[in-house]
Protein backbone atom coordinates (compact mmCIF):
# COMPACT_ATOMS: atom_id res chain seq x y z
CA UNK A 1 0.00 0.00 0.00
CA UNK A 2 0.80 3.51 -0.28
CA UNK A 3 4.12 5.11 1.79
CA UNK A 4 1.90 7.96 2.63
CA UNK A 5 -1.42 8.72 4.04
CA UNK A 6 -3.81 10.95 1.39
CA UNK A 7 -4.73 13.85 2.82
CA UNK A 8 -8.05 14.70 0.33
CA UNK A 9 -9.01 18.15 0.49
CA UNK A 10 -12.83 19.56 0.77
CA UNK A 11 -13.89 19.13 -2.50
CA UNK A 12 -13.95 15.89 -4.24
CA UNK A 13 -13.89 16.87 -7.38
CA UNK A 14 -10.38 18.52 -7.04
CA UNK A 15 -7.15 16.79 -7.48
CA UNK A 16 -6.22 13.95 -4.54
CA UNK A 17 -3.03 15.82 -2.61
CA UNK A 18 -0.95 14.10 0.41
CA UNK A 19 0.48 16.06 2.75
CA UNK A 20 4.01 16.00 1.72
CA UNK A 21 3.53 15.90 -2.26
CA UNK A 22 1.12 15.39 -5.26
CA UNK A 23 1.28 11.46 -6.06
CA UNK A 24 2.15 10.28 -9.11
CA UNK A 25 -0.29 8.62 -10.76
CA UNK A 26 -1.12 6.43 -14.03
CA UNK A 27 -4.39 5.53 -15.70
CA UNK A 28 -4.28 1.86 -17.41
CA UNK A 29 -6.81 1.99 -20.13
CA UNK A 30 -7.37 -0.97 -22.59
CA UNK A 31 -7.87 0.64 -25.83
CA UNK A 32 -7.76 4.35 -26.95
CA UNK A 33 -9.12 3.79 -30.30
CA UNK A 34 -13.08 5.38 -30.11
CA UNK A 35 -14.67 7.47 -27.79
CA UNK A 36 -17.57 5.73 -26.09
CA UNK A 37 -18.64 5.13 -22.27
CA UNK A 38 -15.46 3.91 -20.80
CA UNK A 39 -13.50 6.42 -22.62
CA UNK A 40 -15.81 9.07 -21.49
CA UNK A 41 -14.73 7.94 -17.86
CA UNK A 42 -11.01 8.01 -18.47
CA UNK A 43 -11.90 11.93 -18.95
CA UNK A 44 -13.61 12.34 -15.53
CA UNK A 45 -10.74 10.73 -14.09
CA UNK A 46 -8.25 12.78 -15.98
CA UNK A 47 -10.29 15.74 -14.14
CA UNK A 48 -10.06 14.22 -10.87
CA UNK A 49 -6.10 13.67 -11.19
CA UNK A 50 -4.59 16.70 -14.00
CA UNK A 51 -1.05 15.45 -13.72
CA UNK A 52 -1.78 11.82 -14.36
CA UNK A 53 -0.01 9.52 -17.22
CA UNK A 54 -1.89 7.54 -19.28
CA UNK A 55 -0.72 3.96 -20.55
CA UNK A 56 -2.94 1.53 -23.06
CA UNK A 57 -2.51 -1.32 -25.15
CA UNK A 58 -3.30 0.70 -28.50
CA UNK A 59 -3.69 4.22 -29.28
CA UNK A 60 -5.24 6.29 -32.65
CA UNK A 61 -5.08 9.95 -31.68
CA UNK A 62 -7.55 10.97 -34.71
CA UNK A 63 -9.86 8.42 -32.54
CA UNK A 64 -9.96 10.45 -28.89
CA UNK A 65 -11.29 13.48 -26.93
CA UNK A 66 -8.38 16.30 -26.99
CA UNK A 67 -8.55 16.60 -23.30
CA UNK A 68 -6.73 12.53 -23.63
CA UNK A 69 -4.35 13.63 -26.34
CA UNK A 70 -3.05 16.35 -24.35
CA UNK A 71 -2.27 14.13 -21.98
CA UNK A 72 1.15 11.68 -21.71
CA UNK A 73 -0.06 8.51 -23.59
CA UNK A 74 2.33 5.31 -23.40
CA UNK A 75 1.63 1.98 -25.60
CA UNK A 76 2.59 -0.87 -25.19
CA UNK A 77 4.55 -3.09 -28.01
CA UNK A 78 0.90 -4.04 -29.71
CA UNK A 79 0.07 -0.58 -30.49
CA UNK A 80 3.49 -1.44 -33.30
CA UNK A 81 2.39 -4.30 -34.98
CA UNK A 82 0.63 -4.34 -38.12
CA UNK A 83 -3.39 -3.02 -38.28
CA UNK A 84 -3.25 -2.41 -34.09
CA UNK A 85 -5.44 0.08 -34.03
CA UNK A 86 -8.36 -1.56 -37.04
CA UNK A 87 -7.66 -5.10 -35.67
CA UNK A 88 -6.75 -5.02 -32.11
CA UNK A 89 -9.23 -6.94 -30.72
CA UNK A 90 -7.24 -10.24 -32.58
CA UNK A 91 -4.00 -9.88 -30.37
CA UNK A 92 -5.93 -10.23 -27.22
CA UNK A 93 -3.67 -13.19 -26.46
CA UNK A 94 -0.62 -11.39 -26.65
CA UNK A 95 -2.10 -8.36 -24.36
CA UNK A 96 -1.03 -9.68 -20.64
CA UNK A 97 2.53 -10.10 -21.82
CA UNK A 98 2.41 -6.64 -23.13
CA UNK A 99 0.67 -5.34 -19.97
CA UNK A 100 3.28 -6.67 -17.93
CA UNK A 101 6.32 -5.45 -19.73
CA UNK A 102 4.58 -1.51 -19.34
CA UNK A 103 7.12 0.01 -16.87
CA UNK A 104 4.92 1.81 -14.19
CA UNK A 105 7.42 2.45 -11.45
CA UNK A 106 7.60 5.35 -9.69
CA UNK A 107 3.80 5.85 -9.85
CA UNK A 108 2.02 5.68 -6.38
CA UNK A 109 -1.48 5.49 -7.36
CA UNK A 110 -2.15 3.24 -10.61
CA UNK A 111 -5.99 2.98 -11.93
CA UNK A 112 -7.11 0.94 -14.41
CA UNK A 113 -10.01 0.90 -16.36
CA UNK A 114 -10.76 -2.75 -17.09
CA UNK A 115 -13.50 -4.01 -19.98
CA UNK A 116 -10.48 -5.24 -22.06
CA UNK A 117 -7.41 -6.06 -20.25
CA UNK A 118 -5.96 -3.37 -18.63
CA UNK A 119 -5.44 -4.75 -15.11
CA UNK A 120 -2.62 -6.74 -15.52
CA UNK A 121 -0.07 -4.54 -14.84
CA UNK A 122 2.88 -4.52 -12.42
CA UNK A 123 3.14 -2.21 -9.90
CA UNK A 124 5.26 -0.97 -7.60
CA UNK A 125 5.17 -3.01 -3.78
CA UNK A 126 4.27 0.79 -2.24
CA UNK A 127 1.86 1.48 -4.79
CA UNK A 128 -2.22 1.48 -4.87
CA UNK A 129 -3.79 -0.25 -7.64
CA UNK A 130 -7.30 0.65 -7.94
CA UNK A 131 -9.26 -0.87 -10.58
CA UNK A 132 -12.41 0.42 -12.18
CA UNK A 133 -14.31 -2.50 -13.62
CA UNK A 134 -17.01 -1.70 -16.47
CA UNK A 135 -17.09 -5.66 -17.18
CA UNK A 136 -14.37 -8.52 -17.00
CA UNK A 137 -14.07 -9.31 -19.98
CA UNK A 138 -17.19 -10.79 -21.90
CA UNK A 139 -15.77 -12.43 -24.29
CA UNK A 140 -13.66 -14.58 -21.63
CA UNK A 141 -17.13 -15.56 -19.78
CA UNK A 142 -20.35 -15.26 -19.93
CA UNK A 143 -20.33 -14.02 -23.91
CA UNK A 144 -18.16 -16.80 -24.57
CA UNK A 145 -19.54 -19.11 -26.24
CA UNK A 146 -21.63 -16.18 -28.57
CA UNK A 147 -18.43 -15.08 -29.74
CA UNK A 148 -17.06 -18.19 -30.50
CA UNK A 149 -20.09 -18.76 -32.65
CA UNK A 150 -19.43 -15.91 -34.21
CA UNK A 151 -15.96 -16.33 -35.18
CA UNK A 152 -14.48 -17.31 -38.80
CA UNK A 153 -13.74 -21.21 -38.35
CA UNK A 154 -9.72 -20.19 -37.99
CA UNK A 155 -10.67 -18.42 -35.26
CA UNK A 156 -13.01 -21.11 -33.65
CA UNK A 157 -10.81 -23.64 -33.26
CA UNK A 158 -8.36 -21.80 -31.58
CA UNK A 159 -10.39 -19.82 -29.50
CA UNK A 160 -11.03 -22.92 -26.52
CA UNK A 161 -7.12 -23.43 -26.24
CA UNK A 162 -5.88 -19.37 -25.95
CA UNK A 163 -9.19 -18.55 -24.21
CA UNK A 164 -8.89 -20.82 -21.14
CA UNK A 165 -4.99 -19.67 -20.83
CA UNK A 166 -6.61 -16.41 -20.70
CA UNK A 167 -9.17 -16.84 -18.08
CA UNK A 168 -6.71 -17.98 -15.65
CA UNK A 169 -4.22 -15.12 -16.26
CA UNK A 170 -7.33 -12.61 -16.10
CA UNK A 171 -8.11 -14.57 -12.61
CA UNK A 172 -4.53 -14.43 -10.78
CA UNK A 173 -4.21 -11.26 -12.03
CA UNK A 174 -7.03 -9.93 -10.60
CA UNK A 175 -5.14 -10.62 -7.67
CA UNK A 176 -2.39 -8.36 -7.99
CA UNK A 177 -5.61 -5.16 -7.54
CA UNK A 178 -5.94 -3.69 -3.95
CA UNK A 179 -9.59 -2.40 -4.45
CA UNK A 180 -12.21 -2.92 -7.11
CA UNK A 181 -14.82 -0.34 -8.17
CA UNK A 182 -17.76 -2.02 -10.20
CA UNK A 183 -20.00 0.26 -12.58
CA UNK A 184 -23.11 -1.40 -11.65
CA UNK A 185 -24.32 -4.06 -9.09
CA UNK A 186 -24.76 -6.65 -12.25
CA UNK A 187 -21.57 -5.92 -12.72
CA UNK A 188 -20.42 -6.49 -8.69
CA UNK A 189 -22.09 -9.91 -8.89
CA UNK A 190 -19.83 -10.81 -11.74
CA UNK A 191 -16.46 -9.82 -10.59
CA UNK A 192 -17.57 -11.95 -7.70
CA UNK A 193 -18.30 -14.78 -9.88
CA UNK A 194 -15.55 -14.70 -12.15
CA UNK A 195 -12.69 -13.14 -10.03
CA UNK A 196 -14.13 -14.02 -6.15
CA UNK A 197 -13.41 -10.82 -5.33
CA UNK A 198 -15.65 -8.19 -3.57
CA UNK A 199 -16.07 -4.78 -5.19
CA UNK A 200 -17.61 -1.26 -4.41
CA UNK A 201 -20.13 -0.24 -6.58
CA UNK A 202 -19.53 3.53 -8.31
CA UNK A 203 -21.66 4.26 -11.50
CA UNK A 204 -20.15 5.71 -14.36
CA UNK A 205 -20.56 9.79 -14.59
CA UNK A 206 -23.26 11.21 -16.78
CA UNK A 207 -23.17 14.61 -17.36
CA UNK A 208 -27.29 14.92 -16.39
CA UNK A 209 -26.68 18.66 -16.37
CA UNK A 210 -27.07 18.78 -20.20
CA UNK A 211 -30.20 17.78 -20.91
CA UNK A 212 -33.61 19.55 -19.87
CA UNK A 213 -37.20 18.61 -20.22
CA UNK A 214 -39.32 19.55 -22.90
CA UNK A 215 -43.36 20.60 -23.43
CA UNK A 216 -43.55 19.07 -26.64
CA UNK A 217 -44.14 15.40 -26.43
CA UNK A 218 -43.90 13.59 -29.44
CA UNK A 219 -46.07 10.33 -30.09
CA UNK A 220 -43.42 8.22 -31.14
CA UNK A 221 -41.33 6.19 -28.40
CA UNK A 222 -37.46 5.87 -28.97
CA UNK A 223 -34.34 3.39 -29.34
CA UNK A 224 -30.88 4.75 -29.08
CA UNK A 225 -27.94 2.62 -29.63
CA UNK A 226 -25.54 0.12 -31.40
CA UNK A 227 -27.25 -1.91 -34.18
CA UNK A 228 -25.71 -4.96 -33.17
CA UNK A 229 -26.94 -8.45 -31.71
CA UNK A 230 -26.48 -7.77 -27.64
CA UNK A 231 -28.12 -4.74 -28.28
CA UNK A 232 -31.48 -6.51 -29.32
CA UNK A 233 -32.32 -3.39 -31.59
CA UNK A 234 -34.69 -6.48 -33.65
CA UNK A 235 -36.45 -6.83 -30.23
CA UNK A 236 -38.29 -3.21 -30.79
CA UNK A 237 -38.60 -3.95 -34.43
CA UNK A 238 -40.49 -6.99 -34.08
CA UNK A 239 -42.47 -5.22 -31.06
CA UNK A 240 -43.60 -2.05 -32.67
CA UNK A 241 -44.59 -4.01 -36.14
CA UNK A 242 -46.93 -5.61 -33.82
CA UNK A 243 -47.88 -2.82 -32.29
CA UNK A 244 -48.17 -0.61 -35.36
CA UNK A 245 -46.96 2.74 -32.92
CA UNK A 246 -44.46 5.02 -34.33
CA UNK A 247 -40.38 3.90 -33.16
CA UNK A 248 -37.55 6.30 -34.05
CA UNK A 249 -34.67 4.54 -33.98
CA UNK A 250 -31.37 5.98 -34.18
CA UNK A 251 -27.98 4.39 -34.27
CA UNK A 252 -26.05 2.21 -37.09
CA UNK A 253 -24.56 -0.86 -37.26
CA UNK A 254 -24.19 -4.83 -38.82
CA UNK A 255 -27.54 -4.70 -38.28
CA UNK A 256 -28.96 -1.84 -39.45
CA UNK A 257 -29.60 -2.87 -43.26
CA UNK A 258 -31.58 -5.82 -42.56
CA UNK A 259 -33.45 -4.09 -39.76
CA UNK A 260 -34.83 -1.87 -42.46
CA UNK A 261 -35.85 -4.14 -44.73
CA UNK A 262 -38.01 -6.25 -41.45
CA UNK A 263 -39.61 -2.27 -40.07
CA UNK A 264 -43.00 -1.40 -41.40
CA UNK A 265 -43.68 1.99 -42.03
CA UNK A 266 -44.52 3.53 -38.50
CA UNK A 267 -40.16 2.78 -37.97
CA UNK A 268 -37.85 5.35 -38.71
CA UNK A 269 -33.88 4.98 -38.92
CA UNK A 270 -31.48 7.94 -38.07
CA UNK A 271 -28.39 6.49 -38.45
CA UNK A 272 -26.62 9.72 -36.61
CA UNK A 273 -27.69 12.47 -34.49
CA UNK A 274 -25.50 15.71 -33.51
CA UNK A 275 -25.92 16.12 -29.73
CA UNK A 276 -28.10 19.00 -29.75
CA UNK A 277 -30.18 16.92 -31.91
CA UNK A 278 -30.52 14.17 -29.80
CA UNK A 279 -30.95 16.30 -26.77
CA UNK A 280 -34.24 17.05 -28.65
CA UNK A 281 -34.95 13.23 -29.26
CA UNK A 282 -34.84 12.69 -25.65
CA UNK A 283 -36.62 15.10 -24.28
CA UNK A 284 -39.59 14.88 -27.10
CA UNK A 285 -40.08 11.00 -26.88
CA UNK A 286 -43.14 9.30 -25.55
CA UNK A 287 -40.72 6.73 -23.68
CA UNK A 288 -36.96 5.51 -24.18
CA UNK A 289 -37.56 1.63 -25.43
CA UNK A 290 -33.57 -0.26 -23.66
CA UNK A 291 -33.75 -3.94 -24.95
CA UNK A 292 -30.60 -4.47 -23.72
CA UNK A 293 -28.80 -6.29 -21.15
CA UNK A 294 -26.11 -3.84 -20.89
CA UNK A 295 -23.18 -3.58 -17.81
CA UNK A 296 -24.70 0.02 -16.84
CA UNK A 297 -26.28 1.94 -19.47
CA UNK A 298 -26.09 5.75 -19.72
CA UNK A 299 -28.63 6.00 -22.32
CA UNK A 300 -31.46 5.46 -20.05
CA UNK A 301 -29.93 7.62 -17.18
CA UNK A 302 -29.53 10.51 -20.71
CA UNK A 303 -33.39 9.87 -21.18
CA UNK A 304 -34.32 10.12 -17.32
CA UNK A 305 -32.77 13.52 -17.23
CA UNK A 306 -34.29 14.88 -20.04
CA UNK A 307 -37.79 14.12 -18.17
CA UNK A 308 -38.91 10.95 -20.12
CA UNK A 309 -39.45 7.62 -18.60
CA UNK A 310 -37.38 4.21 -19.95
CA UNK A 311 -39.30 0.91 -20.86
CA UNK A 312 -36.22 -1.10 -19.99
CA UNK A 313 -34.84 -4.94 -19.95
CA UNK A 314 -35.01 -6.06 -15.95
CA UNK A 315 -31.60 -7.24 -15.92
CA UNK A 316 -28.27 -5.93 -15.83
CA UNK A 317 -27.44 -2.23 -15.18
CA UNK A 318 -31.06 -0.82 -16.11
CA UNK A 319 -31.68 -2.19 -12.29
CA UNK A 320 -29.43 0.12 -11.01
CA UNK A 321 -30.54 3.31 -13.22
CA UNK A 322 -34.36 3.09 -13.79
CA UNK A 323 -36.50 3.46 -10.83
CA UNK A 324 -39.63 1.31 -11.36
CA UNK A 325 -42.67 3.04 -11.11
CA UNK A 326 -41.59 5.94 -10.76
CA UNK A 327 -38.77 6.84 -13.89
CA UNK A 328 -39.95 4.14 -15.72
CA UNK A 329 -41.23 0.64 -15.96
CA UNK A 330 -39.28 -3.23 -16.93
CA UNK A 331 -40.38 -5.61 -18.88
CA UNK A 332 -39.17 -9.46 -17.56
CA UNK A 333 -38.11 -11.06 -20.25
CA UNK A 334 -36.41 -10.71 -23.54
CA UNK A 335 -39.00 -11.55 -26.54
CA UNK A 336 -41.81 -9.79 -28.44
CA UNK A 337 -44.62 -10.72 -26.19
CA UNK A 338 -43.06 -9.37 -22.99
CA UNK A 339 -42.23 -6.13 -24.64
CA UNK A 340 -45.44 -5.44 -26.22
CA UNK A 341 -46.92 -6.03 -22.69
CA UNK A 342 -44.25 -3.74 -21.22
CA UNK A 343 -45.50 -0.96 -24.03
CA UNK A 344 -49.10 -1.40 -23.36
CA UNK A 345 -48.35 -0.88 -19.40
CA UNK A 346 -45.84 2.24 -20.17
CA UNK A 347 -49.32 3.51 -21.97
CA UNK A 348 -51.16 3.63 -18.66
CA UNK A 349 -48.37 4.86 -16.64
CA UNK A 350 -47.98 7.40 -18.79
CA UNK A 351 -50.46 9.03 -17.40
CA UNK A 352 -49.38 9.86 -13.92
CA UNK A 353 -45.47 10.05 -14.76
CA UNK A 354 -44.17 13.28 -13.16
CA UNK A 355 -40.46 14.57 -15.57
CA UNK A 356 -39.43 16.03 -12.41
CA UNK A 357 -39.76 12.69 -10.48
CA UNK A 358 -37.69 11.34 -13.08
CA UNK A 359 -35.28 14.21 -13.70
CA UNK A 360 -34.45 14.08 -10.04
CA UNK A 361 -33.54 10.22 -9.98
CA UNK A 362 -31.54 10.88 -12.94
CA UNK A 363 -28.88 13.20 -10.64
CA UNK A 364 -28.24 10.50 -8.94
CA UNK A 365 -25.73 9.29 -11.53
CA UNK A 366 -24.26 13.11 -12.11
CA UNK A 367 -20.26 13.27 -12.10
CA UNK A 368 -19.98 14.43 -8.65
CA UNK A 369 -21.09 11.13 -7.18
CA UNK A 370 -18.51 9.32 -8.97
CA UNK A 371 -15.93 11.85 -8.15
CA UNK A 372 -16.89 11.61 -4.55
CA UNK A 373 -16.69 7.86 -4.40
CA UNK A 374 -13.72 7.01 -6.74
CA UNK A 375 -11.56 9.71 -4.26
CA UNK A 376 -12.85 7.38 -1.77
CA UNK A 377 -11.65 4.65 -3.01
CA UNK A 378 -8.07 5.54 -3.93
CA UNK A 379 -7.62 7.32 -0.81
CA UNK A 380 -9.16 4.59 1.67
Request: glycine fraction near 6%; charged fraction near 25%.
Amino acid sequence: MNSFSPQIVADAAMPLQTAFSQPRVAIVHYWLVSMRGGERVIERMLDLFPQADIFTNVYDPAAVSEKIRSRKVTTSFIDRLPGSRRFYQYYLPLMPMALEQLDLRGYDIVISSESGPAKGVITDPGSTHVCYCHSPMRYLWDHYHHYRAEANPLARIAMPVMYNRLRAWDVSSSARVDRIAANSRFIQSRVRKFWRREAEVIHPPVETSLFSKSDDISSAYLWVGQMVPYKRPDLAVDAFNALGLPLTMVGSGSMLKNLKSQAKGNIRFIERMNFDDLRKAYATARALVFTAEEDFGIVPVEAMASGRPVLAYGRGGALDSVLDGVSGLFFDRQDTPSLIDGVARMEHFLRDFAPDDAMLHARNFAPEHFDRKLMDLVSA
